[in-house]
């Protein structure tokens, strides 16, 4: 697996021995293939979502022996039971989510890229768009507001 996604050492020893490792790493890009056509991305980078596809495959590889009697050590740190559908953010909530944001206005749109995307604090994101701390502290709390409410809105249909 590309070392990018996650270390091949790391996926080893989670799952215990090599082989489990590459079938892990198979059954990530079916995953992957399969969610492919209604997968919209997120910045720049499908790596994120990839590695947590991965460390769901392996939880699930790791339940599945425990089922059938291997008496390999499992590592109990990861849930009892881990449902991928529901891991994996629905499609239709994300577009929902990202047609509220291209509703925005652009200085909205702005403060949401940098603060809720890319992680900026208030004060950085006020500098780098030429505002106050207060007029990016107040607008990206409506922009939540909107934004939580059309994701809720979404789910509940």
């Known amino acids: 697996m590309a070392d990018d996604v996650i270390d091949d050492?790391?996926?080893?020893?989670?799952?215990?021995?090599?082989?489990?490792?590459?079938?892990?790493?198979?059954?990530?890009?079916?995953?992957?293939?399969?969610?492919l056509p209604r997968m919209t991305l997120e910045g720049t980078s499908l790596l994120?979502?990839?590695a947590t596809v991965c460390r769901l495959q392996a939880a699930n590889r790791l339940r599945a022996?425990?089922?059938?009697?291997?008496?390999?050590?499992?590592?109990?740190?990861?849930?009892?039971?881990?449902?991928?559908?529901?891991?994996?953010?629905?499609?239709?909530?994300?577009?929902?989510?990202?047609?509220?944001?291209?509703?925005?206005?652009?200085?909205d749109r702005e403060i949401f890229r940098l603060?809720?995307?890319?992680g900026y604090g208030y004060q950085a994101a006020a500098e780098q768009l030429g505002v106050s701390h207060g007029t990016v502290r107040n607008r990206l709390s409506r922009i939540r507001t909107r934004v939580r409410t059309t994701a809720m809105e979404t789910e509940t249909r």
């Not at 790391?10 to 399969?34: I, K, M």
């Not at 603060?115 to 890319?118: D, H, L, V």
Request: with cysteine; proline share 5%.
């Open 65 to 107: 022996r425990a089922r059938h009697g291997s008496h390999d050590p499992l590592d109990v740190d990861l849930p009892a039971r881990i449902d991928v559908e529901r891991e994996v953010v629905d499609a239709e909530t994300v577009r929902a989510i990202l047609a509220a944001v291209d509703g925005l206005g652009d200085l």
């Open 48 to 50: 994120p979502w990839l």
């Open 9 to 35: 050492r790391a996926l080893v020893a989670l799952v215990g021995n090599p082989a489990d490792a590459d079938d892990v790493v198979q059954e990530t890009f079916v995953v992957a293939w399969r969610k």
């Open 115 to 118: 603060c809720a995307a890319e």
